[in-house]
């Protein structure tokens, strides 16, 4: 395969939304950042430069990086942040993966700005298993702050209550005509009748789920987190903080303009996910001679607390599981866990914290919530330091409740922290069964595995039964996805093959829930081959 090497320098700029000028963190001086176009298979070489004032790690949303955790970049997992004034060369190691991911920032929530797609064609000689596209054009979905991202995570974390909610959605960078003194900046998408456009769409927002669609326009998904579906028709999606979708839009209506539109999908009640509930909205124009209705129309889109809406993806998702994509999903699996994940309430002196009834939130996976190290645990792993983390998670199996009952007894809201990691022997078959709980409140929760992706087997709403659930699993065609939401008050069931040494980062996608604690990470050991182990690290590592 061929090696690029593309230049990131990240620094600030100033940029204007919603009439107030700002000054934010991007890449080369982007909003959003630029986008990698890559073929299957290839390696690039990344050479991230600090010009910014404070400190940052690159990810790559979804590439594997086989046997190389080294640049995979969350930051105290697997590298020590790159400082001010600093260079860190990295490598984005492609292999089976095809069709959309992304890049971001991995350090506090420098994410919100520093972020871009990751465009990946089919190798030379090979094809898409649609008719060709005329045209693709990358859609981010985002979240725009007037403030300062980091303060206002400070800010929250300070006060222990929710962090301010976001002052505009986005689409490619912009709020669109719906927000005040957006209207100049719209993203236009100019079409052709008849001819076919794939929307590469990401959803790089920080914290919301996101309904999206396109007036009089039906959508057919035919791939997602970087590996082709089965095609899917729909009206609109629902896309999770952290997924890609790539799909096919037919320009196949009157000549008009018509919006294209996302609204945020959310069941969590008022004092703990509070949000603008603007559209924002994109134009889809079409070229020719007419004279366009005034105002372009609005998709219709669920409502915001429409639960049952927000799974019609999921319900329909396959992958093409034929002989060019095969599917590889453990028929059974050697490591079953069942990981539980709550939004949690600590009790505050005089119960003067701006949580819930004067608490402090938190986040938990099987009632632990996770610790930042100073040291990444992939330095701590890789040269035996101890003290960094402990390797015994989880301890025993979760506590048994009704997960998803209307009110919990207080002991289920407090939990425990700790810098908990799991390991996995190499190549063992693993099954996680998330499961959402109502300890605080009920919400769904996008999970996401770097190094992996993963085969998606089941879900459900309630609380998971392992004697009848498994029986109705997809071990047939489940689709392979890196970002999943675990349905609020219900589970998702997921298994890989731990075949990709090194340590990977397990955690929420929402990432007021990060800061909270909903993560956790699992070391994947050798093999005995030495094409079953680890690389060695490079010599530039950020020091910490
Ligand atoms: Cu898209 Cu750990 O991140
Ligand atoms: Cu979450």
């Not at 991995?106 to 990946?120: F, M, N, P």
């Not at 009089?216 to 997924?243: A, C, E, N, W």
Request: aromatic fraction near 12%; proline fraction near 8%; glycine fraction near 8%.
């Amino acid at each position: 395969a061929s090696t690029r090497r593309l230049t990131f320098v990240v620094r600030e700029a100033s940029y204007t939304r919603l009439c107030s000028p700002k000054n934010i963190l991007t890449v080369n001086g982007q909003f959003p950042g630029p986008t990698i176009y890559a073929m299957k298979g290839e390696t690039i070489i990344v050479d991230v430069y600090n010009k910014g004032k404070e400190n940052i790690t690159i990810h790559w949303h979804g590439v594997t990086m086989p046997r190389y955790p080294w640049t995979d970049g969350p930051e105290y997992i697997t590298q020590c942040p790159i400082q001010p004034g600093s260079k860190f060369t990295q490598k984005i190691i492609l292999s089976t993966e095809e069709g959309t991911l992304w890049w971001h920032a991995h350090s506090d929530w420098t994410r919100a700005t520093v972020h871009g797609a990751i465009i990946i064609y089919p190798k030379n000689g090979t094809k898409y298993p649609f008719d060709k596209p005329d045209t693709e054009v990358p859609i981010i979905l985002g979240e725009w702050w007037k403030n300062d991202v980091n303060a206002v995570r400070d800010e929250g974390l300070a006060t222990g209550g929710d962090p301010d909610p976001s002052d505009a959605l986005l689409i490619n960078g912009q709020p669109g005509d719906l927000y005040p003194c957006s209207k100049s900046g719209t993203f236009k998408l100019t079409v052709d009748h008849g001819k076919t456009y794939l929307l590469r769409i990401i959803n790089a927002a920080l914290h919301e789920a996101l309904f999206f669609s396109i007036a009089k326009h039906k959508m057919t998904v035919v791939g997602t987190d970087g590996s082709y579906t089965k095609p899917l028709t729909r009206d609109y999606i629902t896309i999770f903080p952290g997924q890609t979708y790539d799909v096919l839009l037919e320009a196949n209506q009157r000549p008009d303009h018509y919006y294209m539109a996302a609204i945020t999908y959310s069941v969590a009640p008022k004092y703990q996910d509070f949000y603008d509930n603007t559209t924002t909205t994109a134009i889809v124009q079409y070229n020719g001679y007419y004279t366009p209705s005034s105002p372009p129309s609005l998709p219709h889109l669920p409502a915001y607390n429409d639960t049952n809406a927000s799974v019609q993806v999921m319900a329909g998702l396959r992958s093409l599981a034929d002989a060019e994509h095969p599917c590889n999903v453990p028929l059974s699996t050697s490591t079953n866990l069942i990981y539980t994940v709550s939004v949690n309430s600590y009790p505050c002196v005089n119960n003067s914290c701006a949580g819930a009834n004067g608490t402090r939130f938190s986040s938990s996976i099987n009632n632990i919530s996770f610790d930042t190290p100073i040291v990444d645990i992939l330095q701590a792993y890789y040269y035996n330091i101890s003290g960094v983390y402990g390797d015994k998670f989880p301890s025993g199996p979760p506590l048994v409740f009704d997960f998803t009952a209307d009110y919990l007894p207080l002991i289920y809201q407090l939990p425990s922290s700790g810098t908990e990691v799991r390991v996995l022997e190499y190549n063992s078959t693993v099954e996680i069964v998330f499961q959402g709980t109502n300890v605080l409140a009920a919400t769904h929760h996008p999970m996401h595995l770097h190094g992996y992706s993963f085969y998606v087997v089941g879900w459900g709403f309630g609380n998971f039964d392992g004697n009848r659930d498994p029986l109705r699993y997809n071990l047939v065609d489940p689709p392979f996805q890196n970002t999943i939401s675990v349905p609020s008050k219900g589970w998702v069931a997921i298994r890989f093959e731990a075949s990709n040494p090194g340590v990977w980062f397990l955690h929420c996608h929402v990432e007021r829930h990060v800061t909270w604690g909903m993560e956790t990470a699992f070391i994947v050991k050798n093999g005995k081959h030495p094409k079953a182990q680890m690389l060695p690290p490079p010599s530039d590592m950020p020091p910490c």
